[in-house]
């Protein structure tokens, strides 16, 4: 056992790093660091798409980027706590983008969306583990550290759909690149 490691629950260590169900939540299909960084794995991927020359829209794929790094540096934020507080990091395999074409920038949006909100479920979820078990500690990281981000893009990627669906294909794609990012 480690000599850092302090009113740190089990349980709570492991909704960093397993799968698992706290408080009646399916936390994640995956560990919370695996999640981070399978969502940098899927930003990165819709970022080439849009960087490819038959698509060649550079503000879509410059903010696909973002999001990728910021994924990642969530993960390296998760693995840093995860050893700051004495628990023991465990990575797993990073599972391929579902997504690796999209129709329209939308559908990218809309893939983005869904994975922020899953995200956000599972940071809830173990913010209520961390309350219920007495860990002060947890539950303010998670909500200062994690929940915000995640709430700021979703509302973020929300509006970029929205302004998405009013535009067609072609020219509607290319001035939604260059006046929305």
């Not at 797993?92 to 939308?106: A, G, L, V, W």
């Amino acid at each position: 056992m480690s000599l850092a490691r302090h009113n740190y629950h089990q349980l709570s260590e492991n909704g960093v790093n397993d799968e698992g169900t706290i408080c009646g939540y399916q936390l994640i299909d995956n560990a919370q660091i695996s999640r981070a960084l399978h969502l940098s794995y899927s930003y990165l991927n819709a970022a080439c798409y849009y960087d490819r020359d038959d698509v060649a829209l550079p503000n879509i794929h410059k903010y696909f980027m973002k999001l990728s790094d910021e994924k990642r540096e969530l993960a390296f934020k998760l693995i840093h706590y995860q050893n700051e507080r004495g628990g023991k990091v465990r990575l797993e395999s990073i599972n391929k983008p579902e997504e690796t074409t999209f129709e329209h920038p939308k559908d990218a949006l809309i893939m983005a969306i869904q994975h922020e909100k899953k995200t956000n479920d599972a940071f809830r979820a173990l913010c209520e583990h961390a309350e219920k078990n007495d860990d002060p500690h947890l539950s303010d990281f998670i909500e200062e550290e994690l929940l915000e981000p995640v709430v700021d893009s979703l509302k973020k990627l929300a509006d970029l759909h929205t302004n998405a669906k009013r535009v067609g294909k072609g020219l509607g794609e290319y001035v939604f690149d260059r006046e929305s990012f």
